[in-house]
């Protein structure tokens, strides 16, 4: 009876252990506290846009940015971009281009619908094709003519067809325009749609559709939008949105520290400093679609210290660009290494960056032979020419400040620089364009290009009567610009905007200044924003169907064991 015993106290202790280690692998509920709440239909959100009201429609909008904002909402694209310049679908589900890259075939969403209600089809967006096509529509010349080479076909009420004369890599950039409802609009003309009354009652099928115009004696103060139910994409949270306008954003930012918006479309140099001492205020920066450039007349004889990289390259080394940025533009702004965008698809990350290096680039000029004379002007030479030329600049307390900098950076390396300013259209019209200027600093503007297409700026074929300002005669860099102006893989079009890049930091046709970058400011309560380099300061909308202002509980997690 005692063996007995004690054999059965040795099995309830080993049930009791067995009990205990099964009892310690019990699931334990673990709570993510960032996943308490979850983002919730509803809340107001109110933005301060700079400008004033025009009308309300993307064929009419192009030269005012706050009825484009506004018009990002309202209307959709066949194809948007984000923020690398890659094309995602918006109307446009799915699409395929033929091998020869002349053909384009686009399906449009079946559940795309106008906010009447009516569906989204093909002939939609060839109604508004043939408007585009109009010159009586206040769009770029070349746009219209871009479009009159086209031919649009409907396959079927969800299908098109785009034929292109040659194949054209870019022409995805052209499908991003607006698109109108055709059922509304078809028999007025061009003329009759500038003062048509659907632009102050758009229709659209994008997330957001008007609900009401705010008017204060007898001027439109304010646009209130609602989020459209019926929508085909993600539905927004956020509600409604209302834009209020301001003539600048001393005011707008005013506003917000009064408490009547929540949002300034655009916070500036000036009030950078007041925005960024605000507790409340988050500032969102991304880089804009503008590259400043000092060209450089290579095809000037009097000016043979131009034709060389090596001193092309201790010019660009004698500028400093970080102070230029900093204690000019308030850090606005990104120090540039090449003609290509950084974070494009087609930007190259393994691009040479040269550096602020004044005693490098005097070392640079001494091996090109330039010297001080023993005695008299500080300015180096070489055979009797000195290095002195005249930099022409736009007119502008800004570009006056920088090519100050400049000259006086220059001096430091012996390089004397006369500065001249210029009015915009004048310094193109009767410098650049005929080729008459020694060097000038001026704004190269992409916006609402996402493909980089180097092709008119360094081709040889653009160096008489096209935008090759520099007059870069490089057979080489033109052959990879054709290539990938045609080529439909993405990756073969890579390799040639790399080797492009490549040799353009070898030689340097052009000195690459700065990216300006678009400063954003919006209140705390606002999340779910993010925003990434822009090709236009309305893509700050980007993902505006992921803001929310609300949030409620959410299920626990799944209880997960422990190891």
């Known amino acids: 009876m005692k063996k007995l015993r004690w054999q059965i106290i040795v099995v309830l202790l080993a049930l009791a252990a067995i009990t205990v280690l099964l009892l310690s692998q019990q699931p334990i509920s673990i709570t993510n506290p960032l996943e308490q709440n979850q983002p919730a239909v509803g809340g107001v959100y109110t933005e301060a846009l700079i400008g004033s009201l025009g009308r309300l429609n993307p064929l009419l909008d192009y030269y005012n940015s706050a009825d484009y904002d506004i018009d990002r909402l309202i209307y959709s694209r066949l194809i948007r971009f984000d923020h690398r310049g890659l094309p995602n679908g918006d109307l446009a589900e799915s699409w395929g281009i033929s091998q020869d890259g002349k053909v384009y075939n686009f399906s449009i969403r079946a559940n795309a619908v106008w906010q009447d209600g009516e569906p ?37 009420e969800k299908t098109i067809q785009f034929r292109l004369p040659e194949p054209f890599s870019p022409f995805l950039d052209y499908l991003s325009f607006g698109i109108l409802p055709k059922h509304l609009l078809e028999g007025i003309s061009s003329a009759e749609l500038v003062d048509s009354a659907f632009n102050l009652n758009p229709i659209g099928s994008g997330p957001y559709r008007l609900e009401s115009l705010d008017i204060e004696n007898d001027q439109v103060q304010g646009v209130t939008l609602r989020s459209f139910a019926d929508y085909y994409g993600e539905k927004p949270f956020i509600e409604k949105i209302i834009f209020r306008y301001f003539p600048d954003d001393v005011e707008a930012l005013a506003a917000y520290k009064k408490g009547e918006v929540m949002g300034v479309s655009h916070i500036t140099n000036r009030t950078l400093k007041e925005a960024l001492q605000s507790n409340s205020m988050k500032i969102f920066s991304g880089r804009l679609p503008r590259l400043t450039m000092l060209y450089l007349n290579l095809d000037d004889p009097d000016l043979p210290f131009f034709q060389d990289a090596e001193v092309r390259r201790a010019l660009l080394m004698g500028i400093n660009r970080r102070w230029i940025i900093d204690q000019l533009m308030g850090g606005q702004a990104i120090p540039a290494h090449g003609p290509i965008f950084p974070e494009s698809w087609a930007y190259y990350e393994g691009i040479e960056q040269i550096e602020f290096d004044p005693e490098g680039a005097i070392n640079l ?37 920088m090519a100050e900098r400049i000259r006086q950076d220059w001096l430091r390396i012996g390089v004397q620089a006369e500065i001249k300013a210029l009015p915009y259209e004048e310094l193109i019209s009767d410098y650049l364009e005929p080729r008459k200027y020694q060097a000038a600093l001026v704004d190269l503007n992409y916006a609402r290009s996402p493909d980089p297409d180097p092709y008119p700026f360094w081709h040889q074929a653009q160096i008489i009567n096209g935008q090759n300002y520099s007059q870069w005669d490089d057979r080489q860099v033109s052959e990879y610009l054709e290539q990938a102006r045609v080529i439909v893989d993405l990756n073969e079009r890579i390799k040639r905007y790399r080797n492009f890049q490549v040799r353009f930091a070898d030689e340097l046709p052009a000195l690459p200044i700065l990216y300006p970058v678009y400063s954003y400011g919006i209140d705390e309560k606002v999340r779910g924003v993010s925003m990434g380099p822009l090709y236009d300061p309305s893509d700050r909308f980007y993902n505006i169907t992921a803001w929310y202002m609300l949030t409620s509980a959410a299920a626990q997690l799944p209880a997960t064991p422990t190891p």
């Open 120 to 156: 989204v089809t093909s002939d939609d967006v060839i109604f508004t094709i043939e408007m585009m096509r109009n010159e009586e529509i206040p769009l770029p010349a070349d746009v219209h003519e871009f479009w009159k080479q086209i031919k649009v076909e409907a396959l079927d």
């Open 365 to 401: 000029l001494k091996k090109a032979e330039y010297t001080v004379p023993a005695e008299g002007s500080n300015v180096r030479q070489k055979d009797g020419v000195p290095l002195s030329f005249e930099l022409v600049y736009p007119e502008g307390e800004l570009f006056q400040a």
